[in-house]
T-cell receptor, first 111, second 116 residues
């Protein structure tokens, strides 16, 4: 069964600290893995997209890693800001344009 | 360049009524995806359309749900005879031509459907 699991479910960190979110998947045939940020009441916004051959990709303070062998990905957020408070969603795409979404990690950054 | 637009943002329907959700993709995008997000759950794929064609509707319930993306105008997700279980946020995403497997998808703000 194609599944995407994220951990932790929720996380609270102090402003300025770093954090790492995890994503494990059992989706196949694997095509790409994406991380999205979803603010409350809004649609998801893409942070990174990685294909099979890429094992790290950065977007500002966000760095995603991918281990296609173990089917794991992580999203590392550096020097967190209050505006980073959101749900972070891991999405795995298969060939044929279908996507499988994790349920997200809810991040709260407190001052 | 306006982003993906969805309307209405909030829709309340009584059980048995019809719900029509509209999605205008970004300018120049000819591919539209609809997703449903139930409370406390992740987004689930429903249907993928190109102009005038349904490419993949494997995620859409076979009864009461239909989608279209006409040559002119927005994409429409139609839910007939709504039930309480249809209450959810419905997101639309658009993308430019699909030539590679890592094309970008841009999401709209969603329509929150409440069935009373």
């Amino acid at each position: 069964k194609n599944q995407v699991e994220q951990s932790p479910q929720s996380l609270i960190i102090l402003e300025g600290k770093n954090c790492t979110l995890q994503c494990n998947y059992t989706v196949s045939p694997f095509s790409n893995l994406r991380w999205y940020k979803q603010d409350t009441g809004r649609g998801p916004v893409s942070l990174t997209i990685m294909t099979f051959s890429e094992n790290t990709k950065s977007n500002g303070r966000y760095t995603a890693t991918l281990d296609a062998d173990t089917k794991q990905s992580s999203l590392h957020i550096t020097a967190s800001q209050l505006s980073d408070s959101a749900s972070y969603i891991c999405v795995v795409g298969i060939t044929g344009n279908q996507f499988y979404f994790g349920t997200g990690t809810s991040l709260t950054v407190i001052p | 360049n306006a982003g993906v637009m969805q309307n209405p943002r909030h829709l309340v329907r009584r059980r048995g009524q019809e719900a029509r959700l509209r999605c205008s993709p970004m300018k120049g995008h000819s591919h539209v995806y609809w997703y449903r997000q139930l409370p406390e759950e992740g987004l689930k794929f429903m249907v993928y359309l190109q102009k005038e064609n349904i490419i993949d509707e494997s995620g859409m319930p076979k009864e009461r749900f239909s989608a279209e993306f006409p040559k002119e105008g927005p994409s429409i997700l139609r839910i007939q005879q709504v039930v309480r279980g249809d209450s959810a946020a419905y997101f639309c995403a658009s993308s430019p031509q699909v030539g590679t497997h890592h094309y970008e998808q841009y999401f709209g703000p969603g329509t929150r459907l409440t069935v009373t």
